[in-house]
């Protein structure tokens, strides 16, 4: 299926394969009907999945990931530690306890590989829960009922990221009215937006929201283009003609370490 997605022709898919192009268009044709949903847009001249293809294409990657770790897991049932540990983390100062801990860890098993994982707490937490991932790196609030967990010590200040030329960049720290009229770009997560407008209190119907992102460094590049201004927490990244600005009242953010429960 995945081949025929990327192609885009079933007769090219089906060289591809090494089957006869009728094969290959029956058995889509049966998958289909097993499925009982529309899985391929058809047209005379090629072939494109559908909302639930792109659905299917992407569980089956997902099963493939978790099966290949699985095999992996018993080829290296042995004597020495040996494997991989699949870590999925925010963008956060926290990465350099959680790099303390790894590097503490290969000096006694230094078999061990590591896949890392570059996402939002509830991404994190999506694959988590699927097997994807052994240990998640969350920025709270978040909830974590679920989990095992370390709570990490450094805590995240929230501020606004804006272009040196923004009429907010002389100030040493910026309050819910300073931000009104200014386009702002939020964080997608939805305990972040609910806590922002705890903060903005009164203020928050009147903002202006352009957008959300879910990673700092591709919202930092939009600031950087002069679209808006970030709600973030300052991170070490030296952003060219940026300028972070703390929030005032103050929100901090913590961390915490989590891993499935038994």
Not at 71 to 76: A, R, W, Y
Not at 115 to 121: F, V
């Amino acid at each position: 299926m995945s081949l025929v997605a990327r192609e885009e022709n079933i007769t090219r898919a089906a060289e591809l394969l090494h089957v006869t192009q009728p094969t290959l268009s029956r058995q889509l044709m049966q998958l289909e009907e097993e499925l009982g949903v529309k899985l391929f847009q058809r047209s005379n001249h090629s072939i494109r999945l559908t909302e639930d293809g792109m659905l299917l294409r992407k569980r089956a990657q997902d099963i493939v990931s978790l099966a290949d770790k699985t095999e992996n897991e018993f080829h290296h049932k042995e004597e020495t530690v040996v494997g991989e540990i699949a870590i999925g983390s925010g963008e956060t100062r926290n990465v350099q306890s959680l790099a303390e801990i790894i590097s503490r860890f290969r000096k006694e098993y230094p078999g061990v590989r590591y896949d890392l994982y570059t996402a939002n707490a509830d991404d994190i937490k999506e694959r988590l829960d699927r097997g994807l991932l052994d240990i998640g790196l969350l920025m709270e609030p978040v909830d974590i009922s679920k989990y095992n967990f370390v709570r990490l010590e450094k805590r995240e200040r929230w501020g606004v990221l804006v272009r040196q030329d923004s009429e907010l960049a002389q100030k040493d720290i910026v309050t819910p009215a300073d931000l009104v009229h200014i386009p702002l770009m939020l964080v997608k997560r939805a305990l972040v937006q609910n806590e922002l407008a705890n903060w903005f209190g009164d203020y928050y119907d009147q903002i202006h929201v352009i957008g959300t992102y879910n990673l700092i460094n591709n919202a930092a590049v939009m600031v950087e283009n002069g679209i808006g201004a970030a709600l973030c927490f300052k991170l070490e990244n030296a952003f060219s003609n940026l300028r972070f600005i703390p929030l005032s009242p103050a929100i901090d953010t913590g961390a915490v370490l989590v891993w499935k429960k038994n």
